[in-house]
């Protein structure tokens, strides 16, 4: 590129990272195909594609069909040439896995916390994330990157501000994450990932629209609009978990009284129930073994979460709202309570058409959340004009 212009650079950086969107999104096309799709000159296909061959992120395959004359040759996105670690903050638990650059999980652990402070939580992800890079398969550029999803809010410089129901303010996650494995790190409300994740990879790929509920430990809402996840002005959306539905009502973690989460999440569920069931799995068992409260219980929670869903249908008018996160193991005992809130409070012109749906992901929409996040960042990366380059 020596003797090309600032400008020409700019361009060429440019049509290499469309050229390889177009392979990952195409899964597999022709030299040809691509100068038709994106529009460039065949010659510069050709090279921008010999490019990333050498790079490794692009391979080719035997020839595939023939319109006619010679048969051409097919590229495919290399997604083995590095791998993501997605992480999951959970209140109770702490979710890690390894995916390859299309967001397949190729390993995943999984622990159990109790109420453990930040210093506690800190190793336990050090412990697991480097387990996952010692089992990882080899490959060009190894870990890309960590994505790492909160219950809490999190701001542009991946501080958590504050995570109630983890005791956390002021976290500075980013910074001691990238200290300790020397790998770029994102941080995201699990909401936001999860909503991404589905929209991406689940329940949420035909829809433009959608509104992910996080149902846990607590409640939070990841909005995507016209396709793309909504941030607010500074990464803040979505606390929806903490909009009142009952005056002078319970307790939240927040500090305020009568937050949808203090009636509709996976703690107010438990909190309804006998003391002895000490977790969410346990409450379905009973209720699947035909026991009366348990049921009554899941209704109950359902009744909740659809009073906060009939508020956010008739604000957001979304095409899609999709109940993530713990509470979807329980849609057998809950989805028919949340159906019949809806009809009953939602407004008729807001109701039309429009689609509930649970994850399909469930406990996994977060950590493909943030591993799409990784992706993107990294190809961004790859594609970008370095200053060394342009001097
Ligand atoms: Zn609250």
């Not at 319109?67 to 996105?77: E, K």
């Not at 008018?317 to 809130?341: C, F, H, Y």
């Amino acid at each position: 590129m020596e003797n090309m212009t600032w400008n020409q650079k700019v361009v060429k950086k440019n049509n290499k990272a469309l050229v390889l969107q177009i392979i990952r999104e195409k899964e597999q096309i022709s030299r040809a195909d691509i100068a038709q799709v994106s529009g460039l000159n065949k010659a510069t296909v050709s090279l921008l594609v010999s490019e990333l061959l050498e790079e490794e992120l692009t391979f080719e395959s035997g020839p595939g069909v023939s319109s006619g004359g010679r048969r051409p040759v097919i590229l495919h996105f290399n997604k083995e040439a590095g791998y993501t670690i997605g992480v999951d903050i959970g209140v109770n638990y702490v979710l890690c896995v390894l995916t390859d650059l299309k967001g397949t999980i190729i390993i995943e652990k999984n622990q159990l916390v109790n109420r453990t402070p930040y210093s506690g939580i800190i190793s336990i992800i050090q412990d697991m994330i480097q387990s996952l890079i010692n089992e990882m398969p080899s490959s060009k550029y190894g870990v890309v990157g960590i994505g790492v999803g909160v219950p809490g809010i999190v701001n542009k410089e991946g501080t958590v501000l504050l995570a109630p129901n983890l005791g956390w303010t002021n976290i500075q996650l980013k910074t001691d994450l990238e200290r300790l494995f020397h790998i770029p790190v994102i941080i995201e409300n699990e909401a936001k990932a999860g909503a991404v994740g589905e929209q991406q990879f689940g329940s949420g790929q035909d829809f433009q629209n959608i509104i992910y509920i996080s149902a846990g430990i607590g409640i939070g809402v990841g909005i995507i609009f016209n396709n793309q996840l909504y941030q607010g002005k500074n990464g803040f959306s979505g606390e929806m978990g903490h909009m009142i539905i009952q005056m002078d009502g319970k307790q939240c973690n927040c500090g305020s009284k009568g937050c949808w989460e203090a009636y509709a999440s996976e703690h107010a569920l438990l909190a309804m129930a006998d003391e002895k069931i000490e977790s969410l799995e346990s409450l379905i068992k009973l209720a699947e073994n035909g026991d009366q409260t348990s049921k009554e219980i899941f209704k109950k929670t359902g009744n909740y979460l659809g009073y906060g869903i009939s508020n956010i249908i008739n604000t957001f008018n979304p095409d899609q709202v999709i109940i993530g996160n713990r509470l979807a193991l329980a849609k057998e005992w809950m989805e028919e309570s949340i159906q019949t809130t809806i009809a009953h409070h939602t407004l008729a012109f807001h109701k039309n058409e429009m689609q509930l749906d649970f994850a399909k992901y469930s406990k996994h929409s977060t950590v493909l959340g943030v591993s799409a996040f990784v992706v993107e960042n990294f190809l961004k990366g790859e594609a970008k004009i370095s200053l060394s380059e342009l001097n």
